[in-house]
Every structure is written in C-alpha cells, then in structure tokens.
C-alpha cells in the first residue's frame, strides 16, 4: 500500500500557477465546425446580405433587384478593334449594329498639339515698369509696386545676366551690345513674314511667334518697313529659366523697349486694307521680347513675342468687313434710286443747250 502511495505522488502532475487563455467564439454554431463559414467565405444564412444580420433580406430582394441598373459594357478587346479600323471597315461594323454612321456616329476626334523644348509658349514675366519712376497705376498700392519694382531690378540680375554668364559661350554677355542685334532680328523678321519665307522666318522667331504672325499672311498679305530709329533701344527686363523644371534645359528671354518709325499695312485676301498704310508713318513703342535655347552652344536669339503694359496706349483696330444684311441692301437700294442717273443729267444739259443755241461746235 505503501508503494502504491508513493507511486501515485511521483506519478501526479505538480501545480501549475493559473493562466488564461483567450477562445475565439463563433457567430453561428455551425461555424464551429466548418472553416469556410468561420473565415466568411460562406454565409450560414444565405438569405441574409450580412452575418451579423438579424433581419431576415429575403422579402426585400425583388425591391433591390428594382434598384440595379444593368448596363451592358463592351469589352475592350472590341474597342482596340474599333481603334485599328479603316473608315470603311467602321462604316460597315455600324451598319451592322443597325447605326446610321453619318447622323448617330460621331466622328474620331484627335487633338493633337506641337511640343518643344527649345522654347515656351508663353512669355516668363511679362511685367515692365512704367516709363516714369514717378507714376504709379494702382495709387491705393503703392507700395506694393515699389516692392515689385525693386525684385524687378533684382530678378534681372540673379536670374537674368547672372545666370546667362554662367553657360558656354554666354561668358561675356552684355546687354548694352544685345539692342543692335535684336533690331536686326526684329527686321528680318518682318521681312521674311512680307515675303512668306517659312524658313527664313523660323530662324527669326519662334514657334509661339509663327503661330501668332503666320495668319496675317496664310489669308492676306503684310507690307512692312523701318523709316528709322526715334530713340535708341534699351534692355527693360532679362530672364533665365530652365524647362521642364530642374532639367538644366535653360531658356534665356530679353525684354527690349523699341520706338521707331515705320509703316505697317495689313491686306486681306481680297486686298481690302485692313489695318495701317503703306504710306502714313507712325510712331511705335514696342516692348518685343527675344528667346534663346541658351542650354545648347548653336543656340540664336529669335523674336518670341510683345508684351502691352497696362499702362500703354491701346493700338489701333482694325477695319474688319462684313456681310451685309437684307435691311443694309434694301438701304444701299434705296439711296441708289434717290441718286439721280447719269443719262438724265446728260439729257437735261442737251435741253439746256438747245434752248439756248448752244452748239457743240
């Protein structure tokens, strides 16, 4: 007995301190048992929308189905064919579907834009100060265009002439030297636009210029000449970017106040003046500003743009025809009627002379 009591003591398990252990429950009884209900890949009810659900769905399922929209998509396998096809071929897949293809088939639209990177379509700053240090535009703010003017000044420095030096073959840039050149460049220009050289003209301006100049002449024509210089060209404003953004593709832009004397006439196409003459001259103060892809070594100062101060004279409109309307017709009509004809006047001074015994001898 002795032995068997020993036995039991070395045989029975010791004490274990207390500790608890989480259980994870189930939502369903049957989830239990069946791992797929338990990780909610099926539902224990699958009239229910919801496990934790405690309303039965069933009776609201024809009121959903009412509520959904089926809309039939095509597939994109279909549209990449619809993309590759030749007109025909899109004419006849509409005919098949039933289509009218010229009334309930839209045309193929592309919208396509030139992109370059030797020049912006646009100007980079296009502020001038006033000719006058002493005049202000806004007097409620004056000291907010003091402060624009100063960074003006500043900003011609640092990110103008300062950073043009630093490029290859830019080092002994100059802007009192550049006036020359840029009238050279502004003649030229105007030249090659009077003669319709394209390609003369894409060696003097731009690609934001030749969209802007190239409609006076596609439709009409231009006469352009220089008389002379009223007063010698100065550099107003030098700037110097890169784009894109941090790509170290610099473009340099200079702003040049030209006044000049020159004549200017614009002709439509059927040789209707439109706007200046050919033989008035005028007096014209420009701001022009000049570009160059300054980031490549060949790169050349081309003519970009203008920019017009809010502060300067509006220019001269032009004088666009117009087709006449039936009242303005019936207006012409009637004055030519009142108008008295010319073999009535003839008649009447014929008269006049037999009554006297005028001869024509």
Known sequence: MLGRALIRTFLSPAPVAACTTQISGVHHHKEATDMKRFTGVERSNKAKANRNTHVNEKMFRRMR????LIVELPEDSAKEKEADMAP??????????????????????WNEAQVTFQSIYGIADPYVPPENPGSFTDVNNKFDEVKQRIQHKFYNWRMGTNRIRKKQGFEKFDVKTF????????????????????KEMYRCITEYAFAKMWPDVENGSVR???????????????RCFDNPPKSGNDIAQITVRMHTKQKLAVYDRFGGLILGSENEEKDVVEYVVFENHIAVVDG????????????????????????????????????????????????????????KGITDD
């Open 65 to 68: 189905g009412r509520k959904t």
């Open 300 to 355: 050349e100062w081309r003519l970009h743009g203008k920019i017009y101060p809010r502060w300067i004279e509006p220019k001269q409109g032009m004088h666009i025809t117009k087709e006449l309307t039936d009242e303005d017709m019936m207006r012409q009509q009637e004055k030519a009627k009142a108008l008295p004809l010319r073999t009535t006047e003839k008649l009447e001074e014929e008269k006049i002379k037999k009554e």
């Open 88 to 109: 025909g071929e899109m004419r006849t897949e509409l005919l098949k579907r039933g289509l009218n293809p010229y009334k309930e088939a839209a045309p193929r639209v």
């Open 179 to 198: 006036c020359a050149k840029a009238e050279d460049i502004y003649v030229r220009a105007h030249k090659a636009l009077e003669a319709r050289d394209k």
């Open 224 to 238: 352009f000449e220089l008389v002379e210089v009223v007063e010698p060209s100065r550099v107003v404003a030098v």
